[in-house]
């Protein structure tokens, strides 16, 4: 059972959400620079704080090894935990996109257009 309660999971996350977007919202985020410097500044963040919670050495997060694959770079960082990260941030952005867009395409009260 290796992977399947953390692994299954994070790997279907991400095409969940690339198919949601090119499916169903198409805000044309991903081609957006800002999303992937938005997506570099998380990095920047993600890394040294998750390396701290999940080192081998003093775990502050331990998960179970039979539910995750077992692969971890930097700092003993789960891969999972990137996954998931990618679609988390990605879906809030989306919607975050799709709510302004929709808002910017209605008339406000007593505008003629």
Not at 28 to 45: D, E, N, Q
Not at 72 to 101: A, C, K, N, Q, Y
Request: hydrophobic fraction near 50%; charged fraction near 20%.
């Amino acid at each position: 059972m290796i992977g399947i309660g953390y692994t299954l999971p994070a790997l279907l996350s991400v095409p969940a959400v690339l198919l949601w977007e090119w499916t169903l919202l198409r805000t044309g985020l991903f081609a957006k620079p800002s999303y992937w410097v938005t997506m570099i500044i998380v990095l920047g963040f993600q890394i040294p704080v998750d390396g701290l919670l999940t080192r081998l050495d003093e775990p502050v997060v331990v998960y179970a090894a039979e539910h995750v694959s077992g692969v971890r770079f930097p700092w003993d960082i789960p891969v999972e935990d990137f996954l998931f990260g990618f679609s988390l941030v990605t879906s809030v952005l989306l919607l975050w996109e799709h709510r302004r867009r929709a808002e910017a395409s209605v008339p406000e009260e007593g505008d003629a257009r």
